[in-house]
């Protein structure tokens, strides 16, 4: 009886599920934003080179983001 009891009481696997799920949240935030940072990046860039004119043979192109 009493380790059922502490069995009901124990909250260690609880914590543990708590910190999985906090971290799992973070990195879906980081990813999310270093996707949406990274379409940024390549716009802009891609922006710098339109403006800077056409691109002569041999350099790099603009990419699709």
């Known amino acids: 009886m009493n380790a059922?009891?502490?069995f009901l009481m124990d909250e260690e696997g609880a914590v543990a599920?708590?910190?999985a799920l906090?971290?799992?949240l973070?990195?879906?935030v980081i990813a999310v934003g270093a996707t949406l940072l990274?379409?940024?990046i390549c716009a802009i860039f891609n922006g710098i080179g339109t403006a800077l004119g056409t691109v002569?043979?041999?350099a790099f192109a603009p990419v699709a983001c």
Do not use: D, F, T, V
Request: no cysteine.
């Open 17 to 19: 599920i708590e910190y």
């Open 56 to 58: 002569p043979p041999g």
């Open 38 to 40: 990274g379409n940024n």
């Open 26 to 28: 973070i990195a879906i």
């Open 22 to 24: 906090l971290a799992a």
């Open 4 to 6: 059922i009891k502490r």
